[in-house]
């Protein structure tokens, strides 16, 4: 799941943020999750909204999201309270280190809801993620 301006990856601060396309990253994530065995849905919004409206539809329907808040990350306690309120496990990804940019940029709010937080590795962030949440069901299924 991606947040805001996310559909301009690959124009927006490349240096930043990669010269590659959200598409290409997702094609990129779907098959990793296939190498994996496991299924990835894909969806961006620049609409908190919908997002709010995505998190919640996963709830008792997916395993687990990966989700780059985009700018929601610094101020949105709605999407905090949407990670919160579901029964699915979130990391949280950041392209970028956002503890090394901008001061506004440092703080998450929606972290403390998420079981885990990837910044700084770029594109390769999204993998790590994925491997987070694959490893959580492992652990869970032992239990």
């Known amino acids: 799941m991606n947040g805001p301006n996310l559909n301009m990856l690959g124009v927006r601060d490349p240096a930043i943020y990669g010269s590659d396309t959200l598409e290409a990253i997702e094609e990129m994530v779907r098959a990793y999750g296939a190498e994996h065995g496991c299924e990835v849905d894909c969806f ?58 901008e001061e506004f940029r440092r703080t998450s709010v929606i972290a403390p809801a998420c079981i885990a937080q990837v910044k700084g590795l770029g594109k390769e962030g999204y993998l790590r993620a994925l491997d987070i949440l694959l490893e959580n069901a492992v652990a869970e299924g032992s239990e």
């Open 44 to 101: 961006q919004s620049n609409h908190e909204g919908a997002l709010i409206d995505r998190l919640h539809a996963a709830h008792g329907n997916y395993d687990g999201i990966v989700y780059n808040p985009g700018a929601h990350t610094h101020y949105s306690y709605a999407l905090h309270d949407a990670v919160e309120c579901i029964d699915v496990p979130v990391v949280e990804i950041h392209i970028s280190d956002i503890s090394k940019r």
